[in-house]
């Protein structure tokens, strides 16, 4: 499972056999079932995710109580509540599996270590981190400037396999809209 993970890494620069170990010892694979709440809000996150295969999604409830989906992940790729993770504070929402996933896993500390021990994972790391904030960034400005069909269009652009693994509630929470309006806009488009 590491391969997919040095795989990626690897293109971005060479890798000595001591990356490879360091990764391999502080990585954890995983194999967790659909519906599994892998971090739970109001608890520190233990773990950086490096999805291999599957949709995990980041939720959280609102004053009304309903659920937010604020992020839902495209294998591969890297997942957790950040902010909370990186300052190892309570986080105030959570993390799902949508799908069974298999996973890579690190602990703060084990990242630490990693990063502290190998350039090339201190620089990956970096990387990481200014891509999730540019993804942010872009996902609130889309949020304020594009129409829900926009919206909609641009992640089934980008992102087809969503359409056929993640819940219609959780993409309409994640464009922010109702489920039955994400429903009218599919309509619209078939027809």
């Keep these: 499972m590491h ?3 040095l795989n990626i890494i690897s293109q971005k620069g060479p890798l000595t056999e001591a990356d490879n170990d360091l990764c391999k010892a502080c990585f954890e694979p995983v194999l967790l079932p659909k519906n599994r709440i892998v971090e739970q809000a109001g608890y520190v996150p233990q773990y950086l995710y490096f ?3 599957g ?9 009304n109580g309903d659920e937010v989906t604020t992020h839902i992940n495209c294998p591969p790729g890297f997942l957790t509540s950040y ?3 990186i300052n190892q504070t309570k986080a105030d929402e959570s993390v799902e599996c949508i799908t069974e996933c298999e996973l890579l896993r690190i602990t703060k500390t084990n990242l630490d270590r990693l990063t502290s021990k190998s350039a090339a994972f201190k620089d990956f790391s970096i990387e990481v981190f200014q891509q999730s904030i540019a993804y942010n960034e872009n996902r609130s400005k889309e949020l304020a400037t594009l129409t829900a069909e926009q919206r909609y269009k641009k992640l089934i652009e980008n992102y087809p396999a969503i359409i056929h693994h993640v819940p219609v509630q ?7 809209m109702k489920p039955e ?3 009218r806009i599919r309509k619209r488009m078939l027809s």
């Design 83 to 85: 902010f909370h993770f």
């Design 55 to 63: 949709f995990m999604r980041i939720f959280h409830y609102n004053e």
């Design 170 to 176: 959780y993409i309409a929470s994640f464009l922010g």
């Design 181 to 183: 309006s994400l429903s």
């Design 51 to 53: 999805v291999i295969k």
């Design 3 to 5: 391969k997919h993970l």
